[in-house]
């Protein structure tokens, strides 16, 4: 009989898929977003609380601490941007997006913190000098290195909203040694 119960038990928990809540590094609940230096020093700029869906997938929501951004008219637009070495613009994604990330894909959350970069006495915005932060799961949660991105590639809607438009194609390396946050961590 404790044979049976024993195979009954290993046959169950190989047929129950992992609960919805954790999945390879990705949970409900509350994280920080920080932006970081290169020698580490980092600024906490807001929140992302993730969900999880009946799919798998975590949804989520971001709020940033725009008390922590100047306002800039820049280009005949207004942005928010970060003061120091260089200004670093939040761009937020113009579209209407999903939200939605998994352990294996979280480009829509790639999408949703883009900045650009410029030097403060550098006149009005230049676009191809976004930032793209490729995301991976870590121990410590989710960490971004900055990539350089032409951010004209969102100047119009993408054919189809339901997929992330940048691809790996459409990111190139960045000189990490010479921008101010090449690192973002969420956790």
């Not at 999945?23 to 929140?47: C, H, M, N, P, V």
């Not at 306002?71 to 637009?77: A, G």
């Not at 829509?108 to 403060?120: G, Q, S, T, V, Y």
């Not at 054919?159 to 946050?181: F, H, M």
Request: glycine share 6%; aromatic share 12%.
């Amino acid at each position: 009989m404790k044979k049976m119960t024993t195979g009954w038990v290993l046959f169950i928990a190989l047929c129950v898929p992992m609960a919805p809540t954790v999945a390879a590094g990705l949970s409900e609940g509350s994280r920080q977003i920080y932006l970081l230096q290169k020698d580490g020093t980092e600024q906490s700029i807001g929140e992302l609380v993730f969900s999880a869906t009946p799919t798998g997938a975590f949804s989520y929501k971001m709020t940033l601490d725009h008390h922590l951004f100047k306002d800039y008219f820049l280009s005949m637009k207004e942005m928010k941007c970060l003061e120091g070495p260089e200004l670093w613009c939040f761009i937020p994604y113009p579209y209407e997006q999903p939200r939605t990330v998994t352990a294996d894909d979280l480009r829509w959350l790639e999408h949703d913190l883009l900045f650009m970069f410029k030097k403060p006495e550098a006149f009005g915005a230049n676009f191809w000098n976004g930032i793209y932060y490729k995301m991976e799961l870590t121990d410590e949660g989710i960490r971004g290195t900055a990539k350089a991105l032409d951010l004209n590639l969102l100047a119009s809607p993408p054919n189809d909203l339901s997929q992330p438009p940048v691809g790996e194609y459409d990111i190139d390396t960045a000189d990490l040694e010479k921008r101010w946050l090449p690192f973002i961590e969420i956790r």
